[in-house]
């Protein structure tokens, strides 16, 4: 759907050069302020007809953008006044109100009677592009599971069988059973609770670095992460979610029901490591395993990433699924007050 399309008209003297060392380029229709003409891309009055939100895409002539983040003030100003501020930097967060922020962080070339078009894909065209991978544990009696926890207890509370007009299975669960996420109070005092945090913590793009090479018992170190991601398409980036591939579910997640030896000996990730993860500002790290830490420790790795306000998504499976490629990961828990994780379904959005 297009919601706007402007044909540039004229270019200040200044506007490629601070595209290339400062990757903004401003927009303005008829009305420039003062001080700001060489700087600024005029272009010819249209009709904005929606609000420009994430996801939506920005072309140059043949150059592609999507909007990753949006200021409040941005579509109020293009609106009234035509006016843009873009910032071709991959942010997820609006640095400034005005500004509408654009991947990939390469700013464009531009030219007088250049086509900008403002456009949205329908959200049915969308999903025909992606198939949906299944990256969760089944809940069951028999799941092999730490022994810090309850055992997990699931019983029918209600059968068709005992003329009762529904099914219904009574659990007894903790936050942290199955696949699951840990909020920051599981390990700080005074960290968010799972239902403090915001819905979109649950959810963005990932990358799978893959240590299923490595040994029982091994350390993921902070080198081992770096050659992993030079090995990918795209580095890791602010606001990703970085999932930790070892293949130990594989290995020996479910081979014999309740037996928690089968936990220990697992890969961990070592706290050198962990502070690189939290240097590139990653949203989120996942492990395909019950926790990124010693069996027996103290948990620092816990403790490091959740006091960054970094999430930890625990048991993961079949991310051997999922493309070198970044795809859209989503893992939402349940609303628990006070709670300190939940249970996820976690999935992965894969184009094609």
């Known amino acids: 759907m297009l919601l706007c399309e402007y044909i540039i008209t004229d270019l200040g003297e200044l506007v490629q050069e601070v595209l290339d060392t400062e990757k903004i380029l401003i927009l303005f229709d008829e009305f420039v ?36 983040a949006i200021g409040d003030y941005a579509n109020s100003t293009l609106y009234e006044l035509g006016h843009a501020c873009l910032v071709f930097d991959a942010s997820t967060e609006a640095s400034m109100p005005g500004n509408i922020h654009l991947a990939p962080a390469k700013a464009p070339s531009v030219h007088r ?16 592009n992606y198939s949906f991978i299944d990256l969760s544990q089944t809940l069951s009696m028999n799941m092999p599971q730490t022994s810090a926890l309850p055992r997990l207890g699931m019983w029918w509370c209600s059968r068709h069988e005992w003329d009762d007009p529904i099914n219904c299975q009574q659990l007894i669960i903790s936050e942290h059973h199955g696949t699951n996420v840990d909020a920051p109070k599981h390990a700080v005092l005074e960290g968010l609770t799972i239902d403090e945090l915001p819905v979109d913590a649950f959810s963005g793009p990932a990358c799978v670095l893959d240590f299923s090479s490595k040994a029982h018992d091994s350390e ?11 090995a990918l398409p795209e580095s890791i980036e602010a606001g990703d979610i970085v999932l930790l591939r070892t293949g130990f579910d594989e290995r020996n997640m479910g081979r014999t029901p309740r037996q928690y030896s089968q936990l220990r000996g697992r890969p961990t990730l070592s706290l050198e490591a962990a502070r ?7 949203k989120a ?9 010693v069996s027996g420790s103290d948990l620092p790795i816990h403790r490091f990433l959740l006091g960054e306000g970094i999430l930890i998504i625990e048991c993961l499976t079949h991310l051997d699924e999922l493309p070198v490629e970044k795809c859209l990961f989503i893992a939402l828990p349940l609303k628990i007050e006070g709670g300190s994780g939940s249970p996820v379904r976690a999935i992965a959005l894969v184009r094609g």
């Not at 700001?36 to 072309?59: N, P, Q, Y």
């Not at 690189?276 to 990653?282: E, G, H, P, Q, T």
């Not at 790290?285 to 830490?293: E, K």
Request: hydrophobic content about 35%.
């Open 33 to 68: 302020p003062e001080g700001l003409a060489e700087f600024s891309a005029l272009h010819e009055k249209a009709e904005l007809r929606g609000d420009v939100t994430v996801g939506d895409r920005f072309s140059f002539d043949e150059q592609q953008y999507v909007v990753t």
């Open 220 to 230: 993921i170190t902070s080198d081992d992460i770096r050659e992993a991601e030079a």
């Open 276 to 282: 690189y993860l939290a240097s590139k500002k990653v």
């Open 285 to 293: 790290v996942g492990v395909d395993t019950v926790s990124p830490d």
């Open 113 to 128: 009677s250049m086509r900008v078009r403002i456009e949205r894909e329908k959200i049915e065209g969308k999903m025909q």
